[in-house]
């Protein structure tokens, strides 16, 4: 299956700053999604991406994925508390089941 | 939206014990469930792929007679962890989505299993 390497596994951020989280495979993806995950809860759909070079935007978060569609970034403008969780690359979906990243953990310092 | 209930949310029992979780799709059908595990500040682990009136497929290394999967309707699966021990301990979660379509992954809230 497709497999995706995320990093880094932990940002600490002073709440304020900007965030990216990046994704890349070795393999061209046919799609990637993005979830996020508040400690204790379970994975929630942020978006989906599909074609090379597509960027979308929602309120403070870009999300892009690259023009070989090898890779994808998530980056969240002016981060606020309630953005603390781990955000998750996904690669896949449909019936073969999804391949999470690693994820990395957002840390947000008051 | 699609919704997806998972149930129980949180189980404590001793060594030895089998557990059921339940993962319904409540408004939409189903014919691929899918079975987490997440253990502590870790990714999401793909278990086993559950198909509605067939067999699961399990991903390499998991047990299949430890977890039995259980797919009996398009809006049911199962998951029983068979003679549990503290090493299967962890966060189960289940996902799903609407029949036909590739897209978002709708996930249940989730179960924490604590053997002790």
């Known amino acids: 299956g497709q497999q995706v390497m995320q990093i880094p596994q932990y940002q600490h951020v002073q709440e304020g700053e900007d965030f990216t989280t990046y994704c890349n495979s070795s393999t061209t993806l046919s799609n990637i999604q993005w979830y996020k995950q508040r400690p204790g809860g379970h994975p929630v759909f942020l978006i989906q991406l599909v074609k090379s070079g597509e960027v979308k935007k929602q309120k403070r978060l870009t999300f892009q994925f690259g023009e070989a569609k090898k890779n994808s970034s998530l980056h969240i403008t002016a981060t606020q508390t309630t953005d603390v969780g781990t955000y998750f690359c996904?690669?896949?979906?449909?019936?073969?089941?999804?391949?999470f990243g690693k994820g990395t953990h957002l840390i947000i310092q008051p | 939206g699609a919704v997806v209930s998972q149930h129980p949310s949180r189980v404590i029992c001793k060594s030895g014990t089998s557990v059921k979780i339940e993962c319904r799709s409540l408004d939409f059908q189903a014919t691929t469930m899918f079975w987490y595990r997440q253990f502590p500040k870790q990714s999401l682990m793909l278990m086993a792929t559950s198909n509605e009136g067939s067999k699961a497929t399990y991903e390499q290394g998991v047990e299949k007679d430890k977890f039995l999967i259980n797919h009996a309707s398009l809006t049911l699966s199962t998951l029983t962890v068979t003679s549990a021990h503290p090493e299967d301990s962890s966060f189960y979660i289940c996902?799903?989505?609407?029949?036909?379509?590739?897209?978002?992954?709708?996930f249940g809230d989730g179960t924490r299993l604590s053997i002790l």
């Open positions: 996902s799903a989505s609407a029949v036909g379509v590739v897209g978002p992954m709708h």
């Open positions: 996904a690669a896949g979906g449909g019936a073969d089941g999804l391949t």
